[in-house]
């Protein structure tokens, strides 16, 4: 049975005590928040878990054998750096620092100290995400040409990051686990509409070495809550919408030609194919379910989670870039391979 400590009880802590006490490998022991209105909420959802306002108390219980982090962004490092240091197998929320060096650190400690280290990159645990993984490496969509990812709501705004730290790590990280491949470069621009200097509405530009692309449009600023993703294939195309509730991903049997030669305009048509619509079966579970319970085998067996340190250095790699061309009015900047 391991012991479980969580830290940050706001918006989305509860989703992993939650999860976690559904689990019966686990105990979630200690949960941690310096408000002590969200220790009160929680005691009355969960009376067998102890509470705290004092981090270091989490990191003193030598019966706690991992700590999930979910505060805020920029007290990731610090927090995951004493958790490691305290010999804690550590999961952190995504992203998994604010900089490519805090992010190679905590890599590095968890690697001398021999524990686990995982970014809560949720997505990559979901039916539909792991679906759509199977169908391109199965080749059913072709060459993947490119991909366009739309994640738009009203709110909930953050003061401490801005909209490209906020949501784009979900997508970013379902396009390198479904691809396996870092892009080359980055272009972002955006703007900030309500809050000086924190964006709120942007747009990523991911730029692979075989001339594929990727696009992420990211926005608190909109009426509409849109979780969208196109992956146009030189086969066929599939949208896969997280909102949908039952058909999430859609496989359309569409493509467009263009004539291999011709000598005259009128012998030039594009050749467009219209085909069937399908909709594959998905297995109906929580994704942070998945996670947790990943996160546990992972500590058991010593296996790297498939959201490990590495994976959540590679999507800072990608935001620190795309806050760099945010900073530079969208131009290209390259990613270190
Ligand atoms: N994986 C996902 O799908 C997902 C979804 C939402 C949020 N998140 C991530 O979860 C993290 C938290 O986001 P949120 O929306 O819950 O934020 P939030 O502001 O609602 O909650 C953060 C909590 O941390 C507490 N906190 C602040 N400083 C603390 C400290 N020193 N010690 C203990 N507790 C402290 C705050 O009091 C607050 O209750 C972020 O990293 C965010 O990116 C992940």
Not at 6 to 18: K, T
Not at 83 to 103: D, F, N
Not at 239 to 249: A, G, L, N, T
Not at 250 to 255: E, F, G, M, P, V
């Amino acid at each position: 049975m391991l012991n479980i400590a969580v830290v940050g009880c706001g918006y989305w802590g509860p989703n992993l005590i939650r999860n976690f006490s559904s689990l019966s490998e686990c105990k979630v022991k200690l949960a941690c928040d310096v408000n002590k209105d969200r220790l009160a909420h929680m005691m009355t959802l969960y009376p067998g878990v102890e509470t705290t306002t004092e981090f270091d108390q989490v990191l003193k219980d030598v019966a706690i054998d991992a700590i999930a982090i979910a505060t805020p962004v920029r007290l990731h490092f610090e927090m995951a750096k004493k958790s490691l240091q305290a010999g804690k197998h550590t999961l952190i929320e995504k992203p998994m620092a604010c900089s490519v060096a805090e992010s190679e650190e905590l890599i590095e400690l968890a690697k001398n100290q021999n524990l686990a280290l995982m970014v809560g990159h949720t997505f990559v645990y979901s039916q539909p995400v792991r679906k759509i993984k199977g169908i391109i490496n199965s080749g059913t969509l072709g060459e993947i040409q490119y991909i366009s990812a739309r994640r738009l709501n009203l709110g909930l705004f953050q003061k401490d990051i801005n909209v490209v730290w906020d949501l784009a790590p979900h997508d970013i990280s379902i396009i390198l686990y479904v691809q396996n491949e870092v892009p080359v470069s980055v272009n972002c621009h955006g703007k900030a509409h309500v809050a000086p200097e924190i964006e709120d509405v942007t747009n990523i530009t991911l730029n692979f070495a075989n001339g594929g692309y990727a696009t992420i449009h990211s926005s608190w600023l909109d009426p509409n809550k849109v979780r969208e993703m196109t992956f146009v294939g030189t086969k066929k195309m599939l949208v896969y919408d997280d909102v949908e509730p039952m058909e999430k991903i859609k496989i359309y049997d569409k493509r467009v030609k263009t004539p291999p030669h011709y000598n005259t305009f009128a012998e030039f048509h594009y050749s467009y194919h219209y085909g069937d619509m399908h909709s594959p079966y998905l297995e109906q579970v929580e994704p942070l379910k998945v996670e947790c319970q990943h996160f546990l085998d992972c500590i058991r067996t010593g296996t790297k989670p498939d959201s490990s340190g590495i994976e959540g250095l590679k999507v800072v790699q990608i935001l620190e870039a795309a806050t760099s061309s945010l900073k530079n009015g969208g131009r290209r900047v390259k990613i270190s391979q």
